[in-house]
């Protein structure tokens, strides 16, 4: 999109590197284009896992978190804090991730402040990536949200600022974690 607009128009929202994209895009059968606003960060560089954190540290209503793994202490301490504002915090998570000494410690700590945890009981990987904020923001990309995808991995976090795709993200969110035969409660 940079590409085709002249300089005049993007370059007042660039800050070093990092743009915010504000882009035309299609959501399943909305009857036509939604403008979002896109955030695209890089790690290590970036440092993603921080700016994922301050989009926890607003939430007023929900937090829904899939992950693959979660280790970070970073965002384990967003999401109790959030529950502690009354937030509804949500995980779902890979089994497979719970032989990772560091999940389980994780998962416990977010059990212990309420939160609650669902992890899958089919034979693929829960893969996503993806956090779903108060009907406004949603996330995407290959970062887990653990220390090694904050600080040393090559990775990407977009963070998403539209009603109609985070919506919708919201309800595939809510289709898995009703799904009784694919995802069991953690305990």
């Known amino acids: 999109m940079i590409g085709i607009l002249p300089p005049q128009l993007w370059k007042p929202f660039c800050r070093g590197v990092f743009c915010v994209l504000v882009i035309p895009i299609l959501v399943g059968a909305s009857p ?96 996503l990536k993806q956090a779903v904020i108060d009907d406004e923001v949603n996330t995407n990309g290959s970062m887990n949200q653990t220390t090694s995808g904050n600080r040393y991995n090559d990775e990407r976090l977009d963070i998403i600022r539209d009603h109609a795709m985070t919506v919708k993200a919201r309800e595939k969110f809510l289709l898995l974690w009703k799904d009784q035969e694919r995802f069991q409660e953690w305990r």
């Open 32 to 127: 036509g284009p939604t403008i979002a606003a896109v955030e695209v960060w890089y790690g290590p560089d970036d440092r993603p896992l921080e700016h994922l954190v301050q989009t926890y540290d607003r939430a007023e209503r929900y937090i829904f978190v899939a992950v693959y793994g979660l280790t970070s202490p970073l965002s384990v301490k967003a999401l109790v804090g959030a529950k502690k504002r009354g937030v509804d915090v949500r995980v779902l998570t890979d089994r497979e991730r719970l032989n990772d000494p560091r999940q389980q410690r994780a998962l416990s700590v977010l059990r212990e402040a309420g939160i609650p945890i669902k992890i899958n009981r089919h034979d693929g990987l829960m893969h």
